[in-house]
């Protein structure tokens, strides 16, 4: 393997931070599957080239695909070096350190494919983080990618910015992946058909904040749940005009931030025949008195069911 000379690369630790795994467990890599530093000479501390590194991070993408440790460590060994796309290796300072844009979020007790997006996200890598996501909701489907895998890395993103200010570049990376895998689930014929009363799911005014809703959107389209998705910061008049041209038989309006939570976009709905149910989802509606007969929805999971059996009503 070409190996630079004069760079030095990264220590274990370095190395290990940037891949978000413990030391230990490159140590044992190496130890048990021949997958560590290129150069190691005894005596030596170890270094990770940016190549060696690479090759790591080929090697843990396979295993969040659930890979097994011997055979994601053969298929990353087997790679040609110019085969590796030098983003997965991330840019590098002139001193072997990674560059800011490249740091791991924590994501403590987070499942592998949560961690994988994780580290895809950090090093602003689109095409793995669609192509983890994509392969989730195909394997695990579209409440478990939600759950286990999206929201503990929007969690992290957004504790990273509450707390230092940045990382709004990999929040806005993560949320134009997420809204593109779960937006090419809709649309099916599903969502349109004809002589079939649907769901609507809207944000109400002001909420921007709409990726649990385009979630529910999503599930709902895989259970067969005829539905029009109206997106972000929906006027209280357009959602009236979509629910007398399409005669829903349920209306979800999605408030993430209390603020946005405006109880009068419930109560000016027109009147339909048969009666058109109403959802409030959303921790924004926490704390905000729903009209009689609205029902709350505080989960992906309790939205999906409580929608489909209305549906069925
Ligand atoms: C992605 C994101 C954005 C994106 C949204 C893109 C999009 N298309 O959705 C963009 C960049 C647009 C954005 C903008 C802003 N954002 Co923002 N954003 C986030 C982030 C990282 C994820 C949002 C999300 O999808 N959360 C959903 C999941 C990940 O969170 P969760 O807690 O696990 O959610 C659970 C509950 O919602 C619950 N639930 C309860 N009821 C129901 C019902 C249903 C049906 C479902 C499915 C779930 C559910 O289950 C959810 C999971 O399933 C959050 C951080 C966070 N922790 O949420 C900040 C966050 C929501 N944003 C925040 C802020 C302040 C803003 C801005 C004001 C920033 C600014 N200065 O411009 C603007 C406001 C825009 C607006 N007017 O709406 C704050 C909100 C604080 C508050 N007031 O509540 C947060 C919490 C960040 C923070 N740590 O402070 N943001």
Do not use: K, N
């Amino acid at each position: 393997m070409a190996h630079t000379a004069h760079v030095p690369g990264l220590t274990v630790a370095a190395t290990a931070r940037r891949l978000g795994v413990a030391p230990g467990t490159l140590r044992t890599w190496d130890r048990r599957y021949g997958i560590g530093p290129s150069d190691h000479a005894p005596g030596r501390h170890r270094r990770y080239s940016t190549a060696d590194v690479a090759r790591l991070e080929l090697m843990q993408r396979a295993l969040v695909r659930g890979v097994s440790p011997a055979d994601a460590a053969r298929y990353a060994l087997s790679v040609p070096e110019p085969e590796r796309a030098p983003h997965h290796a991330g840019p590098e300072a002139g001193d072997g350190r990674p560059r800011a844009g490249g740091r791991v979020l924590p994501l403590p007790g987070a499942d592998g494919r949560a961690r994988g997006l994780g580290r895809a996200a950090s090093a602003l890598d689109s095409v793995a983080v669609s192509d983890l996501l994509a392969e989730s909701v195909r394997c695990a489907g579209v409440e478990t990618t939600w759950d286990e895998v999206v929201r503990p890395v929007l969690g992290a993103v957004g504790a990273r910015w509450a707390d230092t200010a940045t990382g709004v570049e990999v929040e806005h990376l993560v949320t134009a992946c997420v809204s593109a895998v779960f937006g090419s689930l809709l649309g099916g014929a599903g969502d349109g058909a004809r002589g079939v009363r649907p769901v609507l799911l809207a944000a109400v005014p002001g909420e921007q904040h709409t990726l649990p809703i385009l979630a529910l959107a999503a599930a709902l389209r895989v259970h067969g749940v005829a539905h029009r998705y109206l997106g972000a910061d929906l006027p209280a008049d357009a959602l009236a005009a979509a629910a007398r041209r399409t005669a829903p038989v349920a209306v979800v309006l999605w408030s993430l931030m209390p603020e946005t939570a405006d109880p009068g976009m419930l109560t000016t709905m027109p009147r339909t025949r048969p009666r058109c149910r109403t959802f409030a989802a959303g921790p924004g509606w926490v704390g905000t008195a729903l009209p009689q007969r609205t029902g709350r929805l505080t989960s992906l999971g309790t939205a999906v069911a409580t929608i489909s059996a209305a549906v069925l009503l």
